[in-house]
């Protein structure tokens, strides 16, 4: 069934001059010169919004607009909700989206607020006095110990520094492009944190950026090897992600072709196929098990980090995670990104990070092993102040990924699945790639983080609170606003007034 | 080195391993400590006893034998190296193994073989001499496995669900597999002479270290079984 297209191209025909640099820029073919009328034509059914063209066009000649063109008006029956049903009538097939869940889902982050000082407890000036934002993740000792001196025992569980509480959390070679990650690997050595391999393995490239490089093992093991697991700061096992909690992951083999199947150590043009679960981890006992296989495995020298997508019982399995030996829980919530997912799992299962955050943190408190692990909070923190605002809800430090993506050019189009990124990211088709100069991309990544920096020290400031350790956990900085009794309940914060 | 374990637990065993400029390890009185050996290379550890859980995990190079069982996760992740196992092994053996071999005298449990693979001249193989419970080569992407039913046990060589979601690699079956049902995404055939020339060299390894004639062994009837395609889920995906 042929519907109008979503999107229109408006062109401005009195700007154009018939450049075609629109034509050269779209890798979906929208974009066409007809010699006969001297014309530049479109095909709007082809086009995703990724604002390419707009953005390239010298002349501002086009622009890119929701089409006008609906069905009948219908509250429970949306434009979209009809589309995917005929699409899947014609087609037989499961919904395929990426990135973020789209949906008005309540975002809490924008429904809490964070205190400032006034008249008593003054603020601070971030430009005048020092500002301590680095974190160490990893277990804490809950009590001293000395020598038989009498001295202190300084040995620590393995601790990962950052610079600031942001990394770039996991996107494999695979699903984004090698200068995506030559870009991350890049900034994150340049700005004192971390960025993360994701499950398709470590390019031969990019082992030099290692101290600054989380290696990730999922169920299907891709890459994983003696070098690559000593090759980075910190081993991630991934037991789930926030955008298909529940579901595993799925290179097709048109994708696993040159470099991306040497990194994934696998033949060219194999699917690559990281299973649901892990199939040896049926329990706390038995991801234990896999933790203590990397420790050993690696001498004990690096943390070992547990992430988990944000689900009902999230409190309960963060729980269990901080008794398994690992050393840092990372929590992804359900609005985080992905390169492809089955649009209902997207879209409806999970729940909001904050939400499991808040509970995970109080959960930990009340069984007093907090210090066993450090957590990082991801899926969907969008600015410096979704940052604090974690950090107070209980975080030890945030993963950014769509943010990350945005600030190397992404324009949020949501077709990642169709591997025709036209930003160069997430996409493995070399014209296409090479749009993403990973000296441009590495100092974007590098200003947004510089810039965050200066931000989560301004509200710090503001607050009074010249150390980012002192933020943590602090609910009392946060209030909520047009939030029922229960999410302030979970959330461990008062309304705004009280 | 010549080191008792009984009392010792894995962490300290593995650290006396790693310490040691010794090749040639022999562990006497292992009482099921885990990981023993994992990651390591160059080195060949006997251990005398029952070895736990992930028995040479991430190995990568290292030859290890045992003179009893191994349990759960034998070789998971290994990239290179021998394990030889005087034994049954429990679940998930060679889970996602790489390179290397695993030799084992009696049965496997659950899920053996599962998600193995192979890269380039990385062709990992496992022998079992006896017979395997269920899903075996789940998830299959490269190697080969080789199950002999050596073991008298009345029951199939195989118990359910073999091959579920195989797209790579090449499985053998001393049997005919009558009445074994297989997914419908794999291709069960007898095997030919060639394909016994394949194995051969490794049913030979498997007699140095158990005994037994390879003559005698592969003068019977073995399946093969092998995915059609590399692509099993191609399900048809909309996109939206
Ligand atoms: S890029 Fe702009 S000016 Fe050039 S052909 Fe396209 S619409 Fe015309
Ligand atoms: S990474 Fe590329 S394809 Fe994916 S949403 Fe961003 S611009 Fe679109």
Aim: with cysteine; proline share 4%; hydrophobic share 35%.
């Amino acid at each position: 069934m042929n519907f109008y297209p979503e999107f229109e191209v408006v062109r401005n025909d009195s700007r154009c001059i018939r450049c075609r640099v629109c034509e050269r820029q779209c890798a979906n073919e929208v974009h066409w010169f007809d010699a006969d009328g001297k014309v530049m034509l479109s095909d709007e059914s082809k086009c995703v919004n990724c604002q390419r063209c707009v953005t390239l066009c010298p002349t501002r000649a086009l622009k890119i607009v929701k089409s006008d063109c609906r069905l009948r008006e219908n509250a429970n029956y949306s434009d979209q909700t009809i589309k995917e049903i005929y699409r899947q009538a014609e087609t037989g097939g499961v919904l395929l989206s990426s990135m973020g869940n789209p949906n008005p889902l309540p975002v809490y982050w924008d429904k809490i607020l964070i205190n400032a000082s006034q008249v008593t407890n003054p603020p601070i000036d971030p430009l005048r006095e020092p500002m301590e934002t680095r974190v160490f993740l990893g277990k804490k000792p809950d009590h001293i110990t000395r020598n038989p001196d009498g001295s202190l025992d300084t040995t620590l569980s393995p601790q990962l520094s950052l610079s600031m509480p942001v990394m770039f959390s996991a996107m494999s070679y695979g699903s984004i492009s090698y200068n995506a990650h030559a870009s991350l690997a890049r900034a994150a050595t340049e700005l004192g944190i971390c960025y993360n391999t994701g499950e398709g393995g470590l390019h031969e490239d990019f082992y030099k950026y290692g101290k600054n490089t989380i290696v990730q093992v999922a169920s299907g093991r891709f890459g994983v090897h003696k070098d690559y697991l000593e090759a980075g700061a910190a081993i991630e096992i991934k037991m789930g992600q926030g955008a298909k909690p529940g579901i595993g992951g799925h290179l097709p083999g048109t994708k696993a072709v040159g470099d991306v199947a040497k990194t994934r150590m696998i033949p060219e043009g194999s699917d690559a196929i990281s299973p649901a679960p892990h199939h040896d981890i049926y329990s706390i006992e038995d991801l234990r098990q896999l933790v203590y296989s990397l420790k050993e495995a690696t001498e004990y020298r690096l943390p070992v980090i547990v992430k988990v997508a944000a689900v009902h019982n999230i409190a309960a399995i963060a729980s269990g995670i901080a008794r398994s030996g690992a050393d840092i829980i990372a929590i992804d919530g359900f609005r985080g990104g992905t390169g492809a997912a089955p649009t209902r799992i997207r879209d409806n299962v999970g729940i909001p990070i904050e939400l499991a955050l808040a509970a995970v943190d109080q959960r930990l408190r009340d069984e007093g092993i907090r210090n066993n692990v450090s957590i990082i909070c991801g899926g969907s923190v969008r600015s410096a102040a979704d940052v604090v605002k974690a950090i107070a809800l209980g975080a030890d430090a945030c993963y950014i990924a769509t943010a990350a993506c945005l600030a190397m050019g992404c324009h949020l189009c949501r077709s990642c699945h169709t591997g025709k990124c036209n930003w160069g990211i997430a996409t493995q088709r070399p014209d296409l790639v090479k749009r993403l100069n990973p000296d441009i991309g590495s100092q974007r990544l590098v200003n947004l983080m510089t810039a965050w920096r200066h931000e989560i020290k301004e509200l710090m400031g503001g607050m009074g609170i010249n150390s980012i350790e002192s933020l943590r956990g602090n609910r009392l900085m946060l209030r909520g606003v047009g939030l029922t009794e229960k999410e302030l309940q979970i959330l461990g914060i008062s309304h705004a007034g009280e | 080195m010549e080191l008792n374990v009984s009392t010792l637990g894995f962490s300290e065993v593995n650290e006396q391993m790693r310490q040691t400029a010794d090749q040639e390890i022999t562990l006497n009185g292992c009482i099921g400590q885990r990981f023993l050996a994992a990651g390591t290379s160059g080195k060949y550890v006997k251990i005398n006893g029952i070895a736990g859980n992930a028995l040479g995990a991430y190995l990568n190079g290292t030859v290890i034998e045992t003179s009893g069982n191994a349990q759960d996760a034998v070789g998971d992740t290994m990239n290179a190296g021998e394990i030889i196992v005087h034994g049954n092994i429990g679940d998930a053996a060679g889970y996602a193994m790489r390179g290397g071999k695993i030799f084992v005298q009696g049965n496997a449990g659950y899920r053996a073989g599962i998600h193995m693979k192979a890269y380039k001249e990385k062709v990992p193989v496992m022998v079992i001499g006896g017979r395997t419970g269920s899903f075996l080569a789940e998830y299959q992407a490269g190697g080969i496995i080789i199950v002999l039913g050596l073991t008298e046990s009345g029951k199939p060589i195989v118990s359910n669900f073999p091959c579920t979601g195989m797209h790579g690699g090449k499985l053998y079956l001393r049997s005919d597999c009558e009445g074994i049902h297989f997914p419908h995404q794999v291709h069960k055939r007898k095997a030919t002479a060639e394909d016994l020339a394949e194995i051969r060299s490794f049913v030979e390894e498997f007699c140095e270290h158990f005994g037994g004639s390879a003559d005698e062994i592969l003068n019977a009837e073995f399946t093969v079984v092998m995915p059609d395609s590399g692509n099993p889920y191609k399900q048809m995906y909309v996109a939206n």
